[in-house]
């Protein structure tokens, strides 16, 4: 199995991937945009409003929140402030490649990040130029797709032996992403 989930969806992408922490069958990894908390993601969201540049101070976030939160609580019986992948990082034992858009208004690189540190199976992270849900250029895409390759077709000794393949990094961001080689 190889996971590959965007942007809200890297909720329920880490938590699935968490239940795997014992299992052989989950192979790979990749959390395209991934956000930390509910409360970070709505906070940080809807303090920006993109479209209009307008700073909304957080206690009348938090206030509006508050009812949405009660209002969620009473229909669906479920806290959405309950949604914290970052807790469950660490769970995650497969290889995985956290990528996060530089310019996105809704889920910032800094959240990738922070859940990417959190990681303590073989992991990378790369910031790319791009915003929330924009098209992703074909080397974004490759970038983690040529890391699994590596990983999965590695044998097993060079995973684990803190070569290239296999290393925990932070490959920060570049405007020019590396090219990918078809070896």
Known sequence: IILWT????????IEYAASFAVSPNLKFVVLDTPFTTMEEIVLEGAAKVPSTGVVIPSMLI????????????EQVRCD??????IKLARRIKAPTFVISADDDQYTP???GAKLASKLQCDHWFREFPGTFHG????????????KMLKFV????????????V??????????????????
């Open 153 to 164: 077709s590695a044998p097993l000794k060079e995973r684990s032996s803190g070569s290239e």
């Open 6 to 13: 965007r942007g809200i969806s890297t909720c329920i992408g």
């Open 62 to 73: 938090r206030n509006a929140m508050g009812v949405v939160r009660k209002s969620v609580q």
């Open 109 to 111: 690189e800094e959240m």
């Open 166 to 183: 296999g290393a925990n990094s932070v490959e920060g961001s570049s405007s020019a992403l590396p090219a990918v080689s078809s070896d």
């Open 80 to 85: 959405p402030y309950d949604l914290q992948p």
């Open 135 to 146: 098209t992703r250029d074909d080397c974004i895409v490759l970038t983690p797709v040529d």
